[in-house]
Structure formats: C-alpha cells, structure tokens
C-alpha cells in the first residue's frame, strides 16, 4: 500500500491560519482524502493537495521531523503522522 502525504491551509481575517498535514498509508488518492476529512473535516478539506510519497510541508514537517518521518517510512515502519498547526494574531 502506498504512503501518502496531505496538506491544506486554511485561512481567514480574524480566525487566523491553520496549517494541517497528514502522512499514512492510503489505497489511493481517495481514500487519502477520506481519512484526511476523519482527522481534519471535510470543510478543511476544500483545498487539500495529496500527493504520493513523505513530502516536505513547511511550517509543520521540516528539518528534523521530515527527516525521522522520512527515515521510518524508507525502513518499512508504519507511518501515522498528523498535525494541526494554528495561529491567530487578531
């Protein structure tokens, strides 16, 4: 089964910029899209980009933790990584 990475930011005046990014294992672009609306919803899901691989997602997988995700993924792991990345300077 593949490993896939999504991403999408989400962004208004006065509610801020959240940033979200899921990378796990997915039968096919689809189902990405599906497990990405279970963790994030579907309305944060408008915009997502899904491509397939670990792919680098500034400001939330870079550097070190893009490195061990990465490294994991390339010595067979199971991979399960997500994260929500907010802020709000209203």
């Known amino acids: 089964m593949p490993i896939y990475t999504a991403y999408a ?3 208004a005046t006065g ?9 796990t294992y997915a039968q096919n672009p ?3 899209k599906l497990k990405f609306i279970e963790l ?3 309305y944060m899901a408008i915009g997502v980009e899904i491509q397939e691989g670990v ?3 500034p400001p939330v997988l870079t550097g ?5 995700v ?3 993924a390339a010595r067979g792991g199971w991979i ?3 994260v929500q990345f907010h802020v709000n300077f209203s």
């Open 70 to 72: 990465s490294n994991s």
């Open 80 to 82: 399960d990584f997500y």
């Open 40 to 42: 994030f919803s579907d």
């Open 30 to 32: 689809d189902d990405m």
């Open 15 to 23: 509610e801020g910029n959240t940033h979200m990014v899921l990378v």
């Open 55 to 57: 792919i680098e997602q």
């Open 64 to 68: 070190a933790l893009f490195e061990a």
């Open 9 to 11: 930011n989400y962004f």
